[in-house]
Structure formats: C-alpha cells, structure tokens
C-alpha cells in the first residue's frame, strides 16, 4: 500500500512539473511524426536528438523507419521511465538512450540532427546553445516555432495539422 500511494505520488509530481512547467508534454500528432521521418533521407546511424523528448515516440519512429540513432532529454521523471519502456519493448535499447535532465544543461554536440516541439522563448534561448554546441552542416527541426537570425533551410507543413515545420542548419 505503501509502495502504492509513492507511485501515486511520482507520477502525480512527475507529470504536474511536466505540465505545468516551461513546455508542457503534448506530443506531436502521428501525422507530424510521419511527415518528420520523411523530410530527409537520413543516413542510417545519423544521430538525432529530441529535446523534451515526452513518450520518446519521435525517436521510436526514426530508428524503426530510418535506422537512426536517438538521444532523447526529458525533464519528467515518468516521461523517461516509459520512453525507456517503450524502447526496450521494441527492441531498441542498443539504438535510443533517455537522459533524464535540463536539455539547457546537456551537451547536445555530437547531434546531427535536433528535434524540437517547444515554446517561442525556449527556441531563442536554444539558438545560443545551438551555435555554440552544435557542429558546421547539422539540422535543427523546430515544429511550429522558428527562430530568429539562424540559417533558415526552408518551411514545410504538415499535411494534416498544418503545422508549419522550420528548418536550419548550422554553418
Ligand atoms: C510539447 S512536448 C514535445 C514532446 C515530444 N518531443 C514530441 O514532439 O511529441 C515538450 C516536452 O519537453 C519537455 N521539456 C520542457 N522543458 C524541458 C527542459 N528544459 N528539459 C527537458 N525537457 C523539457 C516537457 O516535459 C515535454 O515532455
């Protein structure tokens, strides 16, 4: 009973701090992530980071389809405990690895590709980071948000959210 009424309250906590802090935990609509695994060709093994990376279905869908590997950063506690089950369900453990973690204080350098469903502020603050993380020629995917005064590759939209998709790349 005891053990219970923790649990209770972890997921309680873990998903108040989620939702009611900076960018709350909507995922993206499954015909997002469908049109986000399709906007390139990845190279299989190309590293894609997801930050705020929620259920961890982003990174799920590009290694199934794209063969990629992932690095989510997730700041709830219960988010990352079920992405990590999600993954090793399907048999991704060795592909797609879960920080639990202020993607702000993380070190994002080795991404060739970044993924971002945020809030306007959180995707300037970003933009310092990027530039000073981030290697010559790797991708930042910002859904529905842009940034100002980064490389802009171009701007796609979602077939059926309409959801404007902004992409850069750093130079
Ligand atoms: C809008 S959801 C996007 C979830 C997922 N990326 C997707 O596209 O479906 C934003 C996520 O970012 C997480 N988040 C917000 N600020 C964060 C931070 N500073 N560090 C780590 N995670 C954060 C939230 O907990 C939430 O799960």
């Known amino acids: 009973m005891f053990l219970l009424t923790l649990l209770f309250y972890w997921v309680c906590f873990s998903l ?13 609509k499954k015909s997002d992530v469908e049109k ?13 980071y997801d930050l705020g990376s929620g259920n961890a279905s982003n990174l799920i869908a590009l290694t199934r389809r ?39 204080k993380t070190d ?7 993924v971002c469903y945020l809030f306007p502020e959180i995707m ?13 020629g790797s991708i930042i995917i910002s859904f529905s948000f842009p940034m100002r005064d980064l490389q802009l590759l171009r ?8 959801k404007k998709i902004f992409i ?4």
């Open 66 to 104: 794209c063969g990629t590997r992932g690095v989510g950063i997730e700041k709830s506690s219960f988010l990352c405990f079920l992405s990590r089950w999600r993954i090793r369900r399907a048999g991704m453990d060795s592909q797609i690895r879960i920080h639990w973690g202020n993607f702000m």
């Open 124 to 136: 300037q603050k970003l933009k310092q980071k990027f530039l000073r993380e981030l290697r010559s």
């Open 155 to 162: 701007v796609e939209e979602s077939p059926e959210t309409k």
């Open 108 to 114: 994002i350098h080795d991404a060739n590709y970044v």
């Open 168 to 171: 850069y790349q750093i130079t």
């Open 36 to 48: 986000l695994v399709t906007l390139f060709a990845y190279p299989p093994n190309a590293i894609v």
């Open 16 to 28: 108040y701090f989620t939702l009611f802090h900076d960018a709350p935990f909507v995922p993206l």
